[in-house]
């Protein structure tokens, strides 16, 4: 097993650079599926597990796929297999999202069931809800979702009950190649929508009005491979201006977008963050106090959930009380149980936490329950005393590239070990600690 080892009290200086986004590249790797003619050559990719993963499920379903300097290489012009099975959803949930194209594709798709995560029960009956709209018969049984239309999706006015993320990019990727006309309602306005319709329409789609409530697909009969650049990590970014933030630090986060990120930075200016926007990107300057704020997270332009671990290491600096709400995921507070083992005043109350700061943290074995849990319990042990131990990286994996080696490269005392080494280092702190 390995761990990250923190070793908190250096201030974090110089310049670090974002990749491209998670949370774009993936329904954007899943949509090279509609392309029956052509390859689709996308940029900036991370190298993500996410992404290895995603790729797995495109060759399983008989795409060529090619992997190499952030440029991933599809080819899907061979006719596509139906199923996603179980052992690559399990590993990451967003592999429902081959569903759209594939039902697209081909008149049918059968994808292994996501199930809940360690953030929520993560349920899909929006997704299933806009097939349905479109004339696909769907059925759920044997761990599996199955859709299947006879010819073409017909399009469809659909309304969603929740701005959901991934049911709006499901639903869009499937309406590009139906009959006629799909009026998407109370759709998600994520920057990773627009990223995603951007694509579509680069490979021949006809799709408007992404990144406002309403998405107006009309359908086109086929779609053909393009070049796509993905958009930078807008929480990645976001997670290194925490780390300025909270080591007091002076840092210049470069490809950061403002414009993805602002609710971000209007709350960390509330906390008495410095941020300045450049033109390589954001400089971040940490004050030697935080101010206490409240926060409640809510699907975009509101506070990303993507950021609400981070921001609570954060606010457990602050000076005073904070409250976050979290409104999107039922479940994302089980990190709060890890900064309390951090010694953080920390309360769960429902749907919120309180903290009353700031926390003297202290270094201790931690477990990262998801990967944002993960990256935020890193940042916690930049301003603890002594060691922090970061465990189940196989969580950060998915969603930073080299991120100790980022921080490291910023002046962190960070270093990411096996087993056997971090065994060393307990011994070793526990032998001072013995001196002490
Ligand atoms: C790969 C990817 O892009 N993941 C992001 C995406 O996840 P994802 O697309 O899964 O998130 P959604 O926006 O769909 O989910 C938000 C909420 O709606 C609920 N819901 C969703 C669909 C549905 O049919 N029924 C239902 O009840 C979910 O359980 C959750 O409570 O958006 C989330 C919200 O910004 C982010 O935290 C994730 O990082
Ligand atoms: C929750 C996240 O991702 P996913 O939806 O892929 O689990 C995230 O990126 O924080």
């Known amino acids: 097993m390995e761990k990250i080892i923190v070793r908190g009290g250096n201030r974090l200086n110089g310049t670090v650079r974002v990749e491209g986004a998670k949370n774009a590249v993936l329904p954007v790797l899943a949509a090279t599926l509609l392309a029956s003619e052509g390859k689709n050559i996308i940029s900036d990719v991370p190298t993500l597990s996410d992404v290895y993963t995603i790729n797995e499920v495109l060759r399983n379903l008989n795409a060529d796929v090619v992997f190499e300097n952030n440029q991933v290489i599809v080819d899907a012009s061979k006719e596509l297999n139906v199923e996603a099975p179980f052992e690559f ?15 697209a594709r081909n008149s049918h798709a059968r994808v292994a069931l996501p199930g809940g995560c360690a953030i929520g029960s993560r349920p899909i009956e929006q997704h299933l809800k806009g097939f349905e709209a479109m004339g696909a018969k769907v059925t759920v049984g044997n761990g599996f ?19 959901s993320v991934g049911a709006t990019e499901n639903i869009m990727t499937a309406a590009v190649l139906a009959e006629g006309t799909t009026i998407l309602d109370n759709v998600a306005k994520e920057p990773e929508i627009v990223d995603l319709a951007n694509f579509l329409n680069a490979m021949g789609a006809k799709v408007r009005g992404a990144g406002t409530g309403t998405i107006r697909i ?43 990120i602002s609710s971000l930075i209007a709350k960390m200016k509330e906390m008495g963050v410095n941020i300045i926007e450049e033109e390589e990107g954001i400089r971040v300057i940490g004050p030697e106090t935080l101010k206490a704020v409240d926060l409640k997270t809510m699907p975009h332009p509101g506070f990303p959930t993507d950021m609400q671990s981070q921001m609570m290491a954060l606010l457990l600096k602050a000076e005073g009380t904070s409250m976050i709400t979290e409104t999107v995921f039922e479940n994302r507070f089980m990190h ?35 990967l944002r849990a993960g990256a935020a319990l890193i940042l916690a042990g930049l301003v603890a005393d002594g060691h922090t131990r970061v465990t189940e990286l ?3 994996d998915r969603g930073y590239v080299n991120f100790h080696q980022k921080l490291a490269g910023l002046g962190a005392d960070i270093e990411r070990v096996t087993e056997v080494v971090a065994e060393k280092a307990t011994q070793e702190t526990t032998q001072s600690n013995v001196h002490a």
Not at 352 to 357: K, L, R, Y
Not at 358 to 369: C, D, F, I, K, M
């Open 394 to 396: 196989k969580h950060l």
């Open 145 to 163: 979702v199955e859709a299947k239309v006879e010819g073409r999706l017909k399009g469809a006015k659909i309304y969603l009950d929740f701005p």
């Open 89 to 103: 959803v399990r590993k990451m949930r967003a592999s429902i999202l081959v569903m759209g194209p594939l039902l």
């Open 336 to 370: 709060a149980e890890e900064f309390r083992r951090m010694n953080g005043d920390i309360k769960i109350e429902g749907r919120s936490v309180v903290m009353n700061g700031p926390s003297t943290l202290q270094g201790a074995e931690v477990a990262a329950t998801d």
């Open 218 to 260: 009309e359908g086109v009969e086929k779609l053909r491979g393009t070049n796509h650049a993905v958009i930078p990590d807008r929480i990645e970014a976001g997670t290194f201006m925490v780390a300025a933030a909270i080591t007091q630090g002076n840092v210049v986060i470069e490809n950061a977008v403002p414009e993805h």
